[in-house]
């Protein structure tokens, strides 16, 4: 059964950068023809599409943060991951991996705070 | 961006009756491949997004058959046939057909 978990800080100062990785189970990154995203939502509120990426590498992102946003693919260690820079307090959301459409990783709260 | 509008933005439903969400896209979701990605999540309080269609109408697995998603275009609808007390939370629709992919607001599902 193909699982997705999120990992990473809890707590990011302001300024500083969010990393977080995604560890997949029960598929292969590289072995299936999915893209893999990331999405986040603030306390409270909707979703946000942050981004997608290819087993190749091959990257789209959303442009109201693509200055900011680096995702990335480790198809040795079956993960992906999520760089966001110069983080503010708007940045506070949980964050969720997913293989778009389905399923979501369970998702992490990231508080950026000082 | 495209706009998803969903209304009703809450709805009160009593168990055993229907309910109807609409989905309205500021732009065409038919993509060039011919497909429209179109999707239908709940997310239950305190959980993570669950698919429940994709691609307008087809239910995803495991997903009960008193749900269903049609539309085409710009208008899209979830049905729920006979609603159950496990249905409650919020709904969202979302385009992947044209970037950045987007969500409707989302529309409050409780029972009565």
């Known amino acids: 059964q193909l699982q997705l978990q999120e990992s990473g800080p809890g707590l990011v100062k302001p300024s500083e950068t969010l990393s977080l990785t995604c560890t997949v189970s029960?598929?292969?990154?590289?072995?299936?023809?999915?893209?893999w995203g990331w999405f986040r939502q603030p306390p409270g509120k909707g979703l946000e599409w942050i981004g997608n990426?290819?087993?190749?590498?091959?990257?789209y992102y959303n442009p109201s943060l693509k200055s900011r946003v680096t995702i990335s693919v480790d198809t040795s260690k079956n993960q992906f991951s999520l760089k966001l820079t110069s983080v503010t307090a708007a940045d506070t959301a949980v964050y969720y991996c997913?293989?778009?459409?389905?399923?979501w990783g369970q998702g992490t709260l990231v508080t950026v705070s000082s | 961006d495209v706009v998803l509008t969903q209304t009703p933005l809450s709805l009160s439903v009593t168990p055993g009756q229907p309910a109807s969400i609409s989905c309205k896209s500021s732009?065409?979701?038919?993509?060039?491949?011919?497909?429209?990605?179109l999707y239908w999540y709940l997310q239950r309080p305190g959980q993570s997004p669950h698919l429940l269609i994709y691609?307008?109408?087809s239910r995803f697995s495991g997903v009960p058959d008193r749900f269903s998603g049609s539309g085409s275009g710009t208008d899209f609808t979830l049905k729920i046939s006979r609603v159950e007390a496990e249905d409650v939370g919020v709904y969202y629709c979302?385009?992947?057909?044209?970037?950045?992919?987007?969500f409707g607001q989302g529309t409050k599902l409780e029972i009565k």
């Open positions: 997913a293989r778009v459409a389905a399923p």
């Open positions: 691609e307008v109408s």
């Open positions: 990426i290819y087993y190749s590498g091959s990257t």
């Open positions: 979302m385009q992947g057909t044209h970037l950045p992919h987007t």
């Open positions: 029960g598929d292969s990154i590289s072995g299936s023809n999915y893209f």
């Open positions: 732009q065409a979701l038919l993509h060039s491949d011919g497909k429209t990605y």
